[in-house]
């Protein structure tokens, strides 16, 4: 029994290493072990029938080849040449369209990368912007100097109301038309007008004078809204609505004398008294 498991070992040897033996690929002493087992054995042509069959077995095998005329047959089966066609169309058309979706991205992903860069050196390095015109500080500020010392303050010196509503009808690009001033009350005289811009608000100021004292007061008109000062006390004086304020010395009566144009009388007096008297000289 023991010599015939020694003789099995031997002949699964030899079959295991057939093809390294035809194909040269074993070493010199397993392949001198090789020759010694088939000769032992009486098997020594074993290499050499292997060979032949396995050469046979790949000429039929060649023989089974499918070539391009029978591979478009095995095709027709499943589907005809133009639903081949669609198919390849519409893959092509897919990946185009992947394709040109991916550029797409890209593009969004780097105009959104330079524009995060951009919108950061914008924030630390864009000019510091500019203070916005307030109306309420600013014109009580031209009061008080033009109180202390109107000149240098007026452009057009005049004591006629008739000047004084050329003047400003000639002013280029004021961004609102100029209200005419009518006849003034007997105890009032006008002392000069100017144009003040403060970084392209543009305001039209006239000086009144009362002729039997230094008593002054001003009138003030410029493009805005009554709703953008601060809230003050409401007043109504025959009809002309408007709201007061008050500095240290001087008092404020401002109203909306046309439509997107705020009227500002400043002086000594009471608001109601500039009410009625901006009523007199400008009208409702």
């Known amino acids: 029994m023991a010599q015939n498991k020694a003789v099995l070992s031997d002949e699964d040897f030899l079959r295991s290493h057939l093809s390294d033996y035809l194909d040269e690929g074993l ?16 098997m020594a042509d074993i290499a050499t029938d292997y060979g032949i069959r396995r050469g046979r077995l790949q000429i039929e ?15 027709e089966l499943v589907e005809d040449d133009a639903a081949r066609a669609n198919h390849e169309a519409a893959e092509i058309e897919e990946v ?7 550029n797409a991205f890209r593009f969004i992903a780097l105009a959104a990368f330079f524009a995060i860069i951009f919108g950061g050196i ?7 912007p500019k203070p916005t015109f307030n109306a309420l500080n600013s014109l009580i500020y031209e009061a008080d100097v033009m109180n202390e010392n109107s000149e ?54 006239t000086q009144f004078q009362n002729v039997t004292g230094n008593e002054k007061q001003y009138l003030f008109f410029y493009v805005g ?9 409401i007043g109504n004086s025959n009809g002309l609505v408007y709201q007061s304020y008050g500095s240290s010395n001087l008092n404020i009566m401002a109203w909306e004398a046309d439509k997107n144009v705020v009227g500002m009388l400043i002086g000594y007096r009471a608001p109601k008294d500039l009410a009625e008297f901006a009523l007199k000289v400008i009208g409702p």
């Open 27 to 42: 070493s010199s002493a397993n392949r001198q072990k090789f020759d010694e087992i088939a000769n032992r054995l009486g």
């Open 61 to 75: 095998a060649q023989r089974l080849y499918l070539n391009e005329k029978k591979m478009r047959a095995i095709h």
């Open 96 to 102: 185009g369209m992947s394709e040109m979706k991916g």
């Open 122 to 128: 914008y924030y630390f390095f864009k000019p510091t």
């Open 152 to 205: 240098g303050r007026l452009n057009f010196p005049t004591d006629k109301v008739e000047e004084v509503n050329n003047y400003f009808a000639k002013l280029p690009a004021l961004g609102f038309e100029p209200k005419p001033l009518k006849a003034l009350p007997a105890e009032w005289k006008v002392a000069g007008a100017s144009l003040i811009d403060y970084d392209g608000a543009k305001i039209t100021v």
């Open 225 to 233: 809204k009554l709703d953008q000062l601060p809230k003050g006390p």
